[in-house]
């Protein structure tokens, strides 16, 4: 009798089984090829190429027809299996275009994505690719950005619920074309500083571009549409010389509206 209560001790309970199943399944799943993935559920994206690897590990050729010579690019990622715990899909990703170098966390679940401790710098040739202006030859330096965004559906539950980080430039000589014309404009030392803001009931990421005395220079504003608010106050535009108005250094003098990368999108508004 002890003989047989001890065997059958030994043998692995249902539960057991159903773990193994579970693990056996999930980690199938991640030996998928990423190819197959995205040839299956985006088969004629023009923004991802040349994709390699499989879900846990890989890489891919990206590439943005932000202007008439594409902003192209690499991409690698690796999974972090522990975030399931969490509910959510996590990878550790390296991106890479020509001299610019940015690596973070990525997280996607239920509702919302987000970027966690995103670092590296942007070079000036890849910003040149998405504004058609002459930039001095200096990267933005990311520090430590994280971002959390919602994706529902309806206006109230999509937009930004947490922000942090900032972007660190040394300026330069900037010119801008306008009207057939390039103006001017040097452009001091800034700080970006991500946060999040409430406006008309909308969760709006929020850059707020302030000088190396932390003097304001500007606000940037991203609503869950992706539209862009961009505001230059009286001491930034006082840098460029042929500009002759006047008012007080904090007065917002410069409103724009458009589409976040309106190269992809088409042209903005004003």
């Known amino acids: 009798m002890s003989q ?9 309970r249902k539960l057991w089984w159903l773990v193994g199943l579970v693990l056996f399944v999930l980690f199938a799943f991640l ?6 993935v995205v040839e299956k559920y985006a088969p004629d994206s023009p ?44 990878v550790d990703v390296e991106i890479s275009s020509g001299q610019t170098r940015l690596d973070g966390r990525v997280k996607m679940g239920r509702g919302s994505w987000q970027i966690n401790n995103m670092s590296g710098k942007i070079a000036p040739e890849t910003l040149a690719s998405v ?26 539950t999509k937009g ?3 922000a942090d980080g900032q972007l660190t430039w040394v300026g330069g000589e900037v010119g801008y074309p306008s009207g057939g014309k390039v ?13 999040v803001e409430q406006k008309n009931n909308k969760n709006l990421l929020h850059i707020n571009l ?3 005395q932390d003097k304001r220079l500007g606000d940037l504003y ?32 410069v409103s724009v509206r458009q589409p976040l990368l309106s190269g992809l999108s088409g042209s903005g508004t004003q």
């Not at 190429?49 to 499989?54: A, L």
């Not at 040097?186 to 991500?194: G, N």
């Open 131 to 156: 504004v058609d202006w002459q930039l001095p030859n200096t990267p933005i330096q990311v520090n430590a950005i994280s971002v959390q965004r919602l994706t529902g559906s309806e206006s109230s």
């Open 47 to 90: 923004y991802v190429q040349h994709v390699s690897g499989n879900l846990w590990q890989g890489s891919a050729i990206w590439q943005l027809p932000l202007s008439a010579t594409p902003l192209t690019g690499a991409a690698t990622w690796s999974w972090q299996p522990w975030q399931l715990l969490l509910g959510k899909i996590g």
């Open 210 to 212: 302030l000088n190396n």
């Open 183 to 195: 103006f001017y404009l040097t452009m001091p030392p800034l700080r970006a500083q991500l946060s």
């Open 160 to 162: 930004f619920s947490k």
């Open 222 to 253: 991203l609503d869950g549409d992706n539209m862009l608010d961009v505001s230059l106050t009286q001491r930034l535009l006082e840098s460029m010389p042929e500009y002759k108005g006047q008012a007080p250094q904090d007065t917002p003098v």
């Open 4 to 12: 047989a209560s001890a065997s059958s001790n030994k043998r692995p």
């Open 31 to 36: 030996q998928m090829p990423a190819a197959w």
